[in-house]
């Protein structure tokens, strides 16, 4: 009789175990080790002026559908966005945010008329900003969304890309493949647009401020002018070079500065490419150009050495890095941002007294930068992580995109 009771008693704790396995499988369980009862896929992406929200559809499930909550700024409790949702739904919009305001949304199951107790979470910052990246790691140019959480667009083709420059208000974005040869000039509304072929070996880019043409490094010898449809803008090019391998224009009078990596010097030329000097410096790699200034600074990926030169080509003061190489200023709030590639740090300066502010550690080798002048903060991209990170004025991490293969340029578009 005892056998009996206690075969009998197995029986029943294994049905229940069996019981409890078929529970816990059930995506709308809260235990559910995958699910956590919650709606799967939840991503809010930011674009300027609209936020819109994916999530995976269930038809097969048995519930009403979904709804959607959004937390505003000022808000203490989430408000129900969207209603119920058909349960093979897996997108909606939001197109009541305001630019450069953070929203937080939840998205819960609705079973029986109720809605669920669980939930999935996501935050999104619409605005103008539009950071872009090229990394030929993946053959990529990305167009990342205004808060810097995820990839908004991507074209595929530039395995070979390094030279980045974009045009202000969703204009022409420029992409220069350095092994190939080529330019492409690729217009935001659809990624598509003119293919130069013939260009040497295009490296850096910078755009005239006053007429939006492009000034093209061309490592073999020479720096190219272009237009955005593609054609030739006068002067045609700026020659007698020795592999020019950075270039960047003065934001208020558009004069040029050239580094010549191979030829170890710094050009300067006035708005009409007319020259207005040299400055012999060891392996230039980088130049940026402080707006109220007129002065230079150019990095060293090689010497080591940080310069700030003069407009009249007069080296002011030189610091000492490992290897410094990606450089962009904050005239605005007098920060210098310098990539500082082997020692893995990004250094901040002070532009007035070239005092250290502090170093953002373990990004994972950043290699280029730029500031977002409308709030300060940095854009960086690190090629041993293979991420693209935002960054506050004083150096936190704010969001990251992951994923990337070899991130090697970025550039902002601020928007209108």
Not at 228 to 237: E, K, L
Request: net charge negative; glycine share 12%.
């Amino acid at each position: 009789m005892r056998a009996v009771a206690a075969l009998l008693a197995l029986l029943l704790a294994l049905a229940a175990a069996s019981c409890s396995n078929r529970e816990r499988a059930n995506p709308l369980d809260a235990a559910n080790p995958n699910t956590g009862g919650a709606p799967q896929g939840f991503n809010a992406i930011a674009y300027p002026a609209l936020v819109q929200l994916n999530w995976v559809a269930q038809p097969g499930l048995a519930i009403d559908g979904f709804e959607i909550f959004r937390l505003a700024p000022g808000e203490t409790i989430y408000q129900s966005l969207s209603g119920v949702l058909p349960s093979s739904t897996s997108q909606f919009y939001d197109n009541t945010v305001q630019p450069g305001l953070e929203y937080h949304y939840r998205i819960h199951y609705v079973v029986g008329g109720v809605v669920a107790a669980v939930w999935a979470e996501d935050v999104a910052m619409p605005g103008p900003l539009s950071p872009w990246v090229v990394d030929p790691g993946r053959g990529l140019l990305a167009r990342l969304s205004p808060d810097g959480r995820d990839v908004l667009a991507s074209r595929p083709g530039f395995t070979n890309a390094g030279g980045l420059a974009v045009t202000r208000g969703l204009g022409a974005v420029w992409v220069g493949n350095e092994i190939d040869g080529t330019l492409d000039i690729v217009y935001p509304s659809d990624l598509l647009g003119p293919h130069l072929r013939g260009l040497g070996a295009p490296a850096g880019i910078a755009l005239d401020p006053l007429d939006a043409t492009a000034w093209i490094c061309n490592r073999n010898g020479d720096v190219k002018h272009y237009r955005s449809d593609g054609t030739v803008a006068s002067p045609a090019a700026l020659l007698n070079l020795d592999d020019p391998v950075a270039i960047a224009t003065d934001p208020g009078t558009g004069e040029i500065w050239v580094t010549e990596f191979g030829g170890s010097r710094l050009r300067h030329y006035d708005h009409g490419g007319l020259p207005s000097g040299a400055r012999p410096l060891l392996a230039p790699s980088r130049v940026a150009v402080d707006s109220t200034t007129g002065e230079a600074w150019v990095t060293s990926i090689s010497s080591g050495w940080l310069w700030r030169v003069s407009r009249s080509l007069v080296v002011l003061d030189s610091l000492r890095y490992q290897s410094p190489v990606g450089v962009a200023l904050d005239w605005r709030r007098r920060v210098a941002w310098i990539c500082d590639v082997d020692a893995n740090q990004l250094v901040a300066l002070n532009m007035d007294t070239r005092a250290e502010k502090f170093r953002v550690n373990g990004l994972g080798n950043p290699w280029d930068v730029a500031v977002n002048l409308g709030n300060g903060e940095a854009w960086v991209v690190a090629r041993g992580s293979g991420r693209a990170y935002r960054l506050s004025p004083t150096g936190q991490t704010i969001t990251f995109v992951p994923g990337f293969g070899d991130p090697y340029s970025i550039r902002l578009d601020p928007g209108p």
